[in-house]
């Protein structure tokens, strides 16, 4: 490859990344973008970028406050927890 | 698929509470708690400090629930709140790794990196929940709350864009940002890894 070459796909590549926040911002596909059908670096980016927000999912919250928060929110409030 | 949906009760708890029912109120907290707790020890990973905030978000919450009208849904509404309280703590903090300001603006010269490189290690089927967890820990504060409202917490850009003052357009450009820094954070991991098993 070129370095005429070389430099065109990085210009290709530094315009696609521009749009993808937008791309996938949208929830469109950026995998279905022209550029991707010749371009292995930025497939492989997307593909990353599509995975981490799937694996994001499993970051469900799954702890819950102590009992000394209501407690608190409760005193707050103006009551006293005892009386319920 | 929408992954807030409204919880079954919701609407008659936030009437009831609206007219000072205390126990209504204590079924939004049950309702919600784990939600807001979690995005507080998220932000802050410390749990003593996402307690607190957690109960300032919720005395906020009975201040100011008569104002609810019910023209967002109630999670956004209340995640709202939780994100002012948890900016107001960062800032009384100063922000000792990245400021917010920076990190919420992209007039500073933050603009989103280009990746025009080589190939290198492939992300995909290699993420466990811990590593992930790790590398959101990581992330800048403005990056991080950005990622976890939408990613994880299921938030649309116009939700999170009314919960932190900010456009829809800068929301997707600080999410797109965080899942870049993530990247980087997750790869750099794996050649550690990669590096001390040889």
Known sequence: MSQQDMKNISADCAEFQEQLPELIGENQDPAAHPHLEHCANCSELVRDLLYIAQQAKLLLPLHDPSP???EKIEAGMGKDPKQK | MRRNPPIAGELEAIQRAQ????????????????????????MVSNVAEAEDLAQEAF???????????????FSTWMHRLTVNVVL?????????????????????????RK?????????????????????????????????????????EHNEIAGMMGCSI?????????????????????????????K
């Open chain 1, 68 to 70: 000394a928060v209501w």
């Open chain 2, 19 to 42: 007219a000072g029912d205390g126990e209504a109120f204590e079924k939004l907290y049950a309702m919600h708690k784990r939600r807001v707790y979690s995005l507080c020890l998220r």
């Open chain 2, 59 to 73: 005395l906020q919450l009975y201040r100011k629930i008569g104002t609810f009208r019910g023209d967002s849904a």
């Open chain 2, 88 to 112: 107001m703590h960062l800032r009384k903090k100063g922000l000792p790794q990245v400021s917010l300001e920076e990190t919420l603006d992209p007039s500073q010269g933050d603009g989103p």
């Open chain 2, 115 to 155: 990746d025009i490189g080589t190939r290198d290690l492939n992300l995909s089927g290699s993420l466990d929940r811990v590593g992930l967890e790790r590398a959101v820990g990581e992330l800048p504060p403005g990056y991080r709350l950005v990622f976890v409202l939408h990613d994880v917490e299921g938030f």
């Open chain 2, 169 to 197: 357009g800068n929301s997707k450009s600080q999410l797109h940002k965080a899942r870049m820094r993530l990247r980087d954070l997750l790869k750099s991991g794996q050649m550690t890894a990669k590096d001390g098993a």
